[in-house]
């Protein structure tokens, strides 16, 4: 699957975003090594502090089916209405959860950059010295 195909995906899963309080909707498409796709989206709360970004949807889904190994995850975000061609970058505690579940050096964020133009970014440029499983 290419960059450009998994964050058409990314932009599927976005149409399912609850997100009635900030109207900023994001959808994430997490590749695993098997070749599986898991959607994810933002679900907020009246609460606020329980809201669950896109790209931890799409982890806590494919952990809880029993995936272990992951390849990409592609992330688009936009205001309600709004196509999501600009970058959104995931928020600390998601790369803390990639940081969990993937390899740093190899696992790859894909995020929009204009219109049929992506860019991605391997774990570790995003969480630099990250703390992860083999730290302990
Ligand atoms: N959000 C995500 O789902 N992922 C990100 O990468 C950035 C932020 C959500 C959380 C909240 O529902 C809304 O976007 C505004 O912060």
Redesign the pocket.
């Known amino acids: 699957m290419t960059d450009l195909q998994l964050i058409k995906e990314a932009k599927i899963a976005r149409r399912r975003a609850y997100?009635p309080y900030?109207h900023?909707q994001?959808g994430a498409a997490l590749l695993t090594k098997s070749g599986k796709l898991y959607y994810g989206c933002?679900i907020?709360n009246a609460s606020y502090t329980p809201?669950n970004?896109?790209?931890r949807t799409a982890f806590f889904k494919a952990v809880s089916d029993g995936e272990r190994e992951f390849v990409a995850i592609a992330?688009v975000?936009d205001i309600e209405g709004r196509e999501a061609d600009k970058m959104?970058?995931?928020?600390g505690v998601?790369r803390q959860v990639m940081m969990e579940f993937c390899d740093p050096e190899s696992f790859r964020i894909v995020l929009s950059n204009g219109r049929d133009s992506t860019i991605s970014y391997k774990l570790k440029e995003l969480l630099p010295l990250g703390f992860g499983p083999d730290s302990m």
Request: with cysteine; hydrophobic share 25%.
């Open positions: 997100s900030s900023f994001v933002n907020e809201t970004c896109a790209e992330v975000g959104c970058t995931p928020c998601c």
